[in-house]
T-cell receptor, first 110, second 114 residues
Framework: LAKTTQPISMDSYEGQEVNITCSHN???????ITWYQQFPSQGPRFIIQ???TKVTNEVASLFIPADRKSSTLSLPRVSLSDTAVYYC???????????FGAGTRLFVKA | DVKVTQSSRYLVKRTGEKVFLECVQD?????MFWYRQDPGLGLRLIYF???????EKGDIPEGYSVSREKKERFSLILESASTNQTSMYLC?????????????FGDGTRLSIL
């Protein structure tokens, strides 16, 4: 299973763009990269998934370089409600054992 | 929208009791999962199921069992609850296929074993 490494915490201010980078050096050829968001006392919520280059949805963008050994979740113009823990996962095509690391705790200040 | 419903938000049980945590999903997903989440340890997979009556151990199955008699329902059983099983328990479901399908989570059950 590909292990991921991401910063433990980040601080930002309202209105700024936030970029959270995740390293996954052992990603397999068929693995996708998936990001989740978790608020206190709730389950994680799927944000975005990608395989290569760039993916954008109404919530975020995901940038994946050609070697796929890292990825960057970009949150445009964050608000206080974006304060949460963000998890980067790499899919396991051989089965369903998913490793959630400790995630990145994002704190958005006014 | 996928809805994953866990039967209780908060539960208090005593050491040695048999505890049942129930999870139901409404999107006909093939895969269902049980995790526990503890401070500083992230989410850890206990068991998952990829079909009715099928189950596989995750990373920390000891002290737990599961049951999946119907596609929409996945139960986690603590055979004889112990204090070290006090935790937040999260259920998730996903479409069948490979392990890349996004998982949809319930809001969790905070279980306290006294």
């Amino acid at each position: 299973l590909a292990k991921t490494t991401q910063p433990i915490s980040m601080d930002s201010y309202e209105g700024q763009e936030v970029n959270i980078t995740c390293s996954h050096n052992n990603i397999a050829t068929n693995d996708y990269i998936t990001w989740y968001q978790q608020f206190p006392s709730q389950g994680p919520r799927f944000i975005i998934q990608g395989y290569k280059t760039k993916v954008t949805n109404e919530v975020a963008s995901l940038f994946i370089p050609a070697d796929r050994k890292s990825s960057t979740l970009s949150l445009p113009r964050v608000s206080l409600s974006d304060t949460a823990v963000y998890y980067c996962l790499v899919g396991n095509t051989g089965g369903f054992k998913t490793i959630f690391g400790a995630g990145t705790r994002l704190f958005v200040k006014a | 929208d996928v809805k994953v419903t866990q039967s209780s938000r908060y539960l208090v049980k005593r050491t040695g009791e048999k505890v049942f945590l129930e999870c139901v999903q409404d999107m006909d997903h093939e895969n269902m999962f049980w995790y526990r989440q503890d401070p500083g340890l992230g989410l850890r997979l206990i068991y998952f199921s990829y079909d009715v009556k099928m189950k596989e151990k995750g990373d920390i199955p000891e002290g737990y069992s599961v049951s999946r008699e119907k596609k929409e329902r996945f139960s986690l059983i603590l055979e004889s609850a112990s204090t070290n099983q006090t935790s937040m328990y999260l259920c998730a479901s996903s479409l069948g296929g490979d392990g890349n399908q996004p998982q949809h989570f319930g809001d969790g059950t905070r279980l306290s074993i006294l």
